[in-house]
C-alpha cells in the first residue's frame, strides 16, 4: 500500500506547481504515462526506467566547469548559478519514476525537519540535522571522443578539506520535503544538493554536507559547457525492494 499511498499524496501536493487544470480533468495517473520499450524497460516522461537494475536514466547537461558548487544537480529554471548539472525535468517527475522502479520510502523519515530558508547559509548548514534516507548511487554517461564514458557523479567534485575528490560511495534519497501542500523540490527547483538541502531529492551524506565553500568542480575532468549528459539513478542493494 505504500507506493499508492505515495504517489497519491505526491499528486496531490504537485498540483498547486502545474499548470491549472480545468475542473472536469481527471487527476494525472503515472500508469497512463508508462510506456514498455523493451521487456522489464520503460519510459516515463522522457526518464528511462530499468526495473530489474532498479535505476532510472535522464537527460541533463553540463552546467558549470570551475568554482564552488553547493548542487550536483538542478532544474534548468532553478539554482544554476552554483550546481554542476542541470536538466529539463521536473523534480516531482524523478521522483515518481524512483518509486516506479521500487524505492520505498518512509515519507516521515524527516517530517519534523524545518524547511531551509530560500538562502541556505552558514549558520542553518552547522545547525542542521544529516539527512536520513536510503542509499542510492549516481553516475554520469557522455559521449567522449565518440564513445561512451562512463564515472561516478563524485569523481568530478574536488574537496578542498581532504585535498582530493569527493569520496566515492553511495547519495543519499531522501525525496523532499511535503509543506502546507506543496512538494518543495518544486519549489525549489533542487535534485542532488553537495550541501544539506532537505528540499532537494537527494543529498551529499559525506563529511562536508554541512559546508557551502569546500566544494568545488574538477575542471580537469568535466567536459565543455554544456555538454549533453545521461544521470543514472540506482538503488543501492539495502534500498532494493
Not at 553537495?194 to 562536508?208: E, K, M
Amino acid at each position: 500500500m505504500i507506493l499508492p499511498l505515495l504517489l497519491a499524496s505526491l499528486f496531490a501536493a504537485t498540483e498547486t506547481n502545474t499548470a491549472p487544470q480545468n475542473p472536469g480533468t481527471a487527476k494525472p495517473d503515472p500508469a497512463a504515462l508508462l510506456h514498455q520499450i523493451s521487456p522489464g524497460i520503460y519510459d516515463y516522461k522522457g526518464i528511462r526506467l530499468d526495473k530489474p537494475s532498479h535505476s532510472i536514466s535522464f537527460p541533463a547537461k553540463i552546467n558549470q566547469r570551475e568554482g564552488f558548487i553547493e548542487y550536483l544537480l538542478v532544474n534548468e529554471k532553478g539554482k544554476t548559478h552554483e550546481s554542476l548539472f542541470s536538466t529539463a525535468l521536473l523534480p516531482h517527475d524523478i521522483h515518481v519514476a524512483m518509486l516506479l522502479i521500487g524505492l520505498e520510502q518512509n515519507p516521515a523519515e524527516n517530517m519534523e525537519e524545518k524547511a531551509p530558508p530560500q538562502a541556505i547559509d552558514e549558520g542553518y548548514l552547522h545547525s542542521a540535522p544529516k539527512i536520513k534516507g536510503l542509499p542510492i548511487l549516481v553516475s554520469v554517461t557522455w559521449n567522449k571522443d565518440g564513445k561512451p564514458a562512463k564515472v561516478a557523479a563524485e569523481d568530478w567534485i574536488f574537496d578542498l578539506q581532504t585535498h582530493l575528490p569527493m569520496s566515492s560511495g553511495p547519495w543519499t534519497y531522501n525525496g523532499s520535503m511535503i509543506e502546507n501542500g506543496v512538494f518543495l523540490a518544486d519549489s525549489e527547483l533542487s535534485l542532488i544538493s553537495v550541501i544539506t538541502d532537505p528540499t532537494a531529492l537527494v543529498n551529499n551524506p559525506r563529511p562536508g554536507y554541512d559546508n557551502d565553500e569546500i566544494w568545488e568542480v574538477r575542471d580537469e575532468e568535466v567536459p565543455p559547457l554544456d555538454t549533453p549528459v545521461e544521470i543514472t539513478l540506482t538503488l543501492s542493494s539495502s534500498a532494493k525492494p
